[in-house]
Protein backbone atom coordinates (compact mmCIF):
# COMPACT_ATOMS: atom_id res chain seq x y z
CA UNK A 1 0.00 0.00 0.00
CA UNK A 2 1.33 3.40 -1.11
CA UNK A 3 0.30 6.58 1.22
CA UNK A 4 -0.38 9.79 -0.39
CA UNK A 5 0.35 13.10 1.02
CA UNK A 6 -0.05 15.38 -2.09
CA UNK A 7 0.20 15.26 -5.97
CA UNK A 8 3.73 14.70 -6.26
CA UNK A 9 3.17 11.44 -4.32
CA UNK A 10 1.64 10.02 -7.50
CA UNK A 11 4.27 8.78 -10.13
CA UNK A 12 1.46 8.22 -12.76
CA UNK A 13 3.77 8.99 -16.43
CA UNK A 14 0.76 10.67 -17.11
CA UNK A 15 -1.52 13.56 -17.05
CA UNK A 16 -4.84 12.40 -18.36
CA UNK A 17 -6.67 9.46 -20.06
CA UNK A 18 -10.34 8.49 -20.31
CA UNK A 19 -12.65 8.26 -17.84
CA UNK A 20 -15.22 5.90 -17.74
CA UNK A 21 -18.07 5.65 -15.01
CA UNK A 22 -18.77 2.64 -13.27
CA UNK A 23 -21.79 0.53 -13.45
CA UNK A 24 -22.85 -0.41 -10.31
CA UNK A 25 -26.13 -1.42 -8.60
CA UNK A 26 -25.77 -0.10 -5.47
CA UNK A 27 -26.92 3.33 -5.49
CA UNK A 28 -25.18 3.89 -2.37
CA UNK A 29 -21.70 3.71 -4.27
CA UNK A 30 -19.95 5.76 -6.94
CA UNK A 31 -17.50 4.82 -8.84
CA UNK A 32 -15.30 5.75 -11.84
CA UNK A 33 -11.93 5.03 -13.95
CA UNK A 34 -9.34 6.89 -15.69
CA UNK A 35 -7.24 4.52 -17.76
CA UNK A 36 -3.87 5.92 -19.60
CA UNK A 37 -4.15 6.48 -23.30
CA UNK A 38 -2.19 3.42 -23.73
CA UNK A 39 -3.96 0.72 -21.35
CA UNK A 40 -1.07 -0.02 -18.93
CA UNK A 41 -2.30 1.98 -15.66
CA UNK A 42 -5.10 3.43 -14.30
CA UNK A 43 -6.91 4.99 -11.06
CA UNK A 44 -10.01 3.37 -9.65
CA UNK A 45 -12.13 5.70 -7.33
CA UNK A 46 -15.39 3.98 -5.38
CA UNK A 47 -16.80 6.10 -3.17
CA UNK A 48 -19.49 5.19 -0.49
CA UNK A 49 -22.01 7.81 -0.44
CA UNK A 50 -24.37 6.63 1.79
CA UNK A 51 -25.25 2.95 3.91
CA UNK A 52 -25.73 0.74 1.44
CA UNK A 53 -29.06 -1.76 1.85
CA UNK A 54 -27.05 -5.03 1.51
CA UNK A 55 -23.67 -5.82 2.38
CA UNK A 56 -21.12 -6.10 1.54
CA UNK A 57 -21.12 -4.42 -2.45
CA UNK A 58 -20.92 -6.97 -5.27
CA UNK A 59 -18.39 -6.70 -7.33
CA UNK A 60 -17.19 -3.71 -9.41
CA UNK A 61 -16.19 -4.80 -13.23
CA UNK A 62 -13.30 -2.25 -14.29
CA UNK A 63 -14.02 -1.31 -18.10
CA UNK A 64 -11.52 0.18 -20.26
CA UNK A 65 -7.81 -1.80 -19.50
CA UNK A 66 -6.36 -3.97 -22.17
CA UNK A 67 -8.04 -7.10 -21.62
CA UNK A 68 -4.93 -9.75 -22.24
CA UNK A 69 -2.19 -7.52 -19.88
CA UNK A 70 -1.88 -8.37 -16.29
CA UNK A 71 -2.02 -5.40 -13.97
CA UNK A 72 -0.57 -5.44 -10.53
CA UNK A 73 -3.64 -3.96 -8.46
CA UNK A 74 -2.31 -1.18 -5.32
CA UNK A 75 -4.48 0.37 -2.70
CA UNK A 76 -4.03 3.91 -2.08
CA UNK A 77 -4.33 5.09 1.27
CA UNK A 78 -5.54 8.43 1.52
CA UNK A 79 -6.54 7.63 5.46
CA UNK A 80 -6.96 4.47 7.42
CA UNK A 81 -10.38 5.16 8.57
CA UNK A 82 -11.70 5.01 5.10
CA UNK A 83 -12.55 0.94 5.10
CA UNK A 84 -15.76 -0.06 7.17
CA UNK A 85 -15.85 -2.05 10.83
CA UNK A 86 -15.93 -5.37 8.78
CA UNK A 87 -13.07 -8.07 10.50
CA UNK A 88 -12.71 -9.34 7.33
CA UNK A 89 -11.64 -7.99 3.86
CA UNK A 90 -10.75 -8.89 0.88
CA UNK A 91 -7.29 -10.21 0.02
CA UNK A 92 -6.45 -8.48 -2.73
CA UNK A 93 -6.23 -5.30 -0.49
CA UNK A 94 -2.82 -6.30 0.13
CA UNK A 95 -1.95 -6.13 -2.90
CA UNK A 96 -2.57 -8.73 -6.07
CA UNK A 97 -1.47 -8.97 -9.85
CA UNK A 98 -5.06 -9.90 -12.10
CA UNK A 99 -5.65 -9.79 -16.16
CA UNK A 100 -7.63 -6.94 -17.12
CA UNK A 101 -10.57 -9.42 -18.61
CA UNK A 102 -10.91 -10.81 -14.74
CA UNK A 103 -11.07 -7.16 -14.11
CA UNK A 104 -13.42 -5.55 -16.69
CA UNK A 105 -15.80 -9.32 -16.78
CA UNK A 106 -15.83 -10.72 -12.94
CA UNK A 107 -14.60 -7.97 -11.36
CA UNK A 108 -13.24 -6.93 -7.71
CA UNK A 109 -15.02 -7.73 -4.76
CA UNK A 110 -15.64 -4.54 -2.45
CA UNK A 111 -14.50 -3.69 1.16
CA UNK A 112 -16.85 -3.09 3.56
CA UNK A 113 -16.20 0.90 3.42
CA UNK A 114 -17.91 3.41 5.89
CA UNK A 115 -20.84 6.21 4.27
CA UNK A 116 -19.02 9.14 2.91
CA UNK A 117 -15.34 7.65 2.16
CA UNK A 118 -13.51 6.29 -0.51
CA UNK A 119 -11.20 3.94 -1.86
CA UNK A 120 -8.65 4.87 -4.54
CA UNK A 121 -6.74 1.85 -6.43
CA UNK A 122 -3.41 2.19 -8.87
CA UNK A 123 -3.61 -0.27 -11.60
CA UNK A 124 -0.40 -0.80 -13.20
CA UNK A 125 0.24 -2.92 -16.08
CA UNK A 126 3.10 -5.65 -16.20
Not at 32 to 43: H, K, N, S
Request: proline share 7%.
Amino acid sequence: MRHLHGPDDMECGWLGGRTVRIDVEDEAVSAFVVVAPEQGEAIVSVSQIATSRGLPVGPIRIPGLDLDRKYRLERLAIDERRLGLAKQQPIWLEGVEVSGRQLAVAGLPMPILNPETALLLHLQGR
